[in-house]
């Protein structure tokens, strides 16, 4: 089996042991890249206690963006059936290959924060007769175990971003591409996806819009002393790898500027280093807002944000020329 290692990101972190099994050594800023894994949502629907910013693609869609990417065989299992859910696992991992689950983190014993959260990712590397041996972000312990039965708890909740007991391995074809063929057409995709989102609350729209309503979260908010706070550590601490996953998709730019040595990569790469200051600044105003029940930080944050949605606009027009 692969050495256990905890990462920053939930789904990045699986995505890495199963590929240093496959004999592939990426860092994690390239696979979060390479998936084109960089969004933002601003989400406050009907029912929500409050607001929801994120930060990255929908649960997955990380995973099958960078295994088309790799050309490697991503093979999904899904099922309503327990027994075969397990099976499902077992089977891999008794043939000496570690399985992705997609999971409510709520479930696990080991897990730092008790909430629902169904788009959690982990690696599972073996199991005895009471528990499962898992690989989380460092954040979470790294190499963990937990009870298989609160492990078959969490596979099996249903709610907001869960699967039907999903689990997944992958698997190489022959040799990798060249990665300097694959980020070009990588942060292209993100580009777009950013640059023309189909709905107002993606994308740079969405920071737009969060620029607009931040402003008043102290009003939307029936316990701001709590919810506010919160908001900024999901922003920081949530496997978001700091600054709402700008940190590291400004490592990734990085990469690839020293891969391709292209001017327009390193304008990119200066501009998403700015971004990440800003959004760490936005959830520590967030954070101020919310323990002094003043508005004054809120409308920094909104300000803050504006700028924001400027820069990482302009960062992806960069990106997006590199595809012409």
């Given amino acids: ?63 099958r963006a960078l ?10 299992r899904e099922t309503g059936s327990a027994r075969r859910a397990w099976q499902n696992v077992a089977g891999a991992l008794d043939a000496g290959r570690p399985v992705g689950l997609q999971l409510d983190s709520y479930h696990l014993e080991y ?30 312990g790294g190499a963990v175990t937990t009870s298989l039965a609160s492990l078959a708890a969490a596979r099996a909740e249903r709610g907001p971003m869960t699967a039907r007991n999903r689990s997944f391995t992958l698997a190489r074809r022959g040799e990798l ?4 063929t694959l980020v070009v057409p990588a942060m292209a995709a993100c580009a777009a996806a950013f640059l023309h989102p189909p709905i107002a609350n ?10 607009a309503a931040v402003p008043g979260w102290l009003a939307r908010a029936e316990r701001p002393d709590r919810q506010l706070p919160q908001a900024a ?6 496997g978001t790898g700091g600054a709402l996953f700008r940190n590291l998709y400004r490592d990734f730019l990085g990469e690839c500027a020293d891969l391709l040595g292209d001017p327009r990569v390193r304008t990119a790469r200066d501009r998403y280093a700015e971004a990440a ?14 323990e002094s029940v003043d508005r004054a930080p809120l409308e920094r944050a909104g300000r803050l944000l504006e700028e924001l949605a400027r820069t990482e606009r302009g960062a992806m027009e960069e990106l997006a020329r590199l595809a012409e």
């Avoid at 590397?125 to 954040?139: F, I, K, P, S």
């Avoid at 993606?202 to 620029?211: E, K, P, Y």
């Fill in 177 to 180: 591409p060249d990665p300097r």
């Fill in 111 to 140: 897990f730092t924060s008790r909430t629902h959260f169904g788009g959690h990712v982990v690696a599972m590397e073996g199991y005895d007769t009471e528990n499962a041996r898992l690989v989380d972000t460092a954040q979470q």
């Fill in 277 to 290: 200051a800003g959004w760490t600044e936005v959830a520590r105003l967030v954070a101020a807002a919310g």
């Fill in 233 to 238: 550590r999901l922003m920081e601490l949530a």
């Fill in 202 to 211: 993606l994308g740079h729209r969405g920071i737009a819009r969060a620029a």
């Fill in 1 to 63: 089996m692969t050495q256990p290692r905890g990462g920053k990101h939930c789904e990045t972190t699986a995505l890495g042991v199963l590929l240093r099994h496959e004999g592939v050594e990426l860092s994690e800023p390239m696979l979060f890249g390479l998936g084109a894994g960089l969004s933002f949502i601003y989400w406050d629907a009907k029912g929500m206690d409050f607001p929801f910013l994120g930060g990255r693609v929908k649960p997955f869609e990380l995973t």
């Fill in 67 to 76: 295994a088309a990417r790799l050309g490697l065989d991503l093979d999904v």
